[in-house]
């Protein structure tokens, strides 16, 4: 896999660009993305080598390379100054919705299981925002099911069960699975969520990753990720039979990606099909 710093015309799919996220979309074609998966730098919460970004153009840029029906998925958290929370993702909601034109389809809430944040005068906070906004309706929804604790047991009269129920000889029953709520209980990507031997101080968890572009895309789409970081998109998207594009201005966090997408890895969508 080739590292390219720049290019000439149209980006091409299945490289890692060394540049700013503005840049790249600009170089995309109308409608030509289906996802967009991408976490950017929180307020001052995340340490990117001094790097910032312009956030308006960016999510008027997004608007019009994805696909109708395409989705964003913007994962985001605030800075806690002077005790106040700076509420800058949910500016940017707003601003995506009101401003850039898209839909605000769901808000998916991420447990992040065992780092609790510890504040003066509150609750441990161990939530953080995940905003899916589409153009349009999402023209792809493959849901994430969990399975039930009670599948099969025979529901009472009058209930029409929580988790969803089936009909057998006239009975109604708890289903084996359930569609999984917009609460996600997933690990942090600090190392213990991949095997892969990479040091970023703020890796994307693959789980996070693999859900989205899962749910939201199909085989052969395009997913996009203009704030690269340790690859985790581009990860997830070639393992699981997507096309990837993604950057970042950070030519050491772009060699960090490049270095773990060269590792080898085993098509899943392939064994998953088997």
Known sequence: MELLPAFVGMPEV?????????????????????????????????????YSFEFEPIAR????????????????????I???KTLTGFKQALYFKEVAGFNM?????????GLPHIRPNAYLEDTEDIYVFSKGTPK???????????????LRKGHSGINGFEFTDGHRFVREESILTNAWIIGVGNGKTTKDDIKHPAMFPEELARRHIETWTNTGDLVLDYFCGSGTTAKMARQYGRDYITCDI????????????????????????G
């Open 105 to 113: 389809h769901q808000r998916i809430t991420w447990i992040k299981e």
């Open 250 to 273: 950070s030519l050491a966090y772009c060699e960090l990606a490049r270095k773990r997408l060269a590792l080898p890895y085993t098509p899943l969508f392939a064994a998953l099909a």
């Open 82 to 84: 002077d005790g106040s």
């Open 14 to 50: 299945n490289k890692v660009y060394n540049v700013d996220a503005l840049t790249l979309l600009r170089a995309l074609a109308d409608n030509s993305v289906d996802c967009v998966v991408t976490s950017p730098p929180y307020d001052n919460l995340r340490t990117y080598n001094g």
């Open 140 to 154: 792809t929804f493959n849901p994430m099911y969990r399975r039930n604790k009670n599948a099969g047991a025979k």
């Open 61 to 80: 840029e997004t608007y019009r390379v994805l696909k109708p029906g395409g989705v964003c998925v913007w994962v985001v958290d605030d800075a806690l």
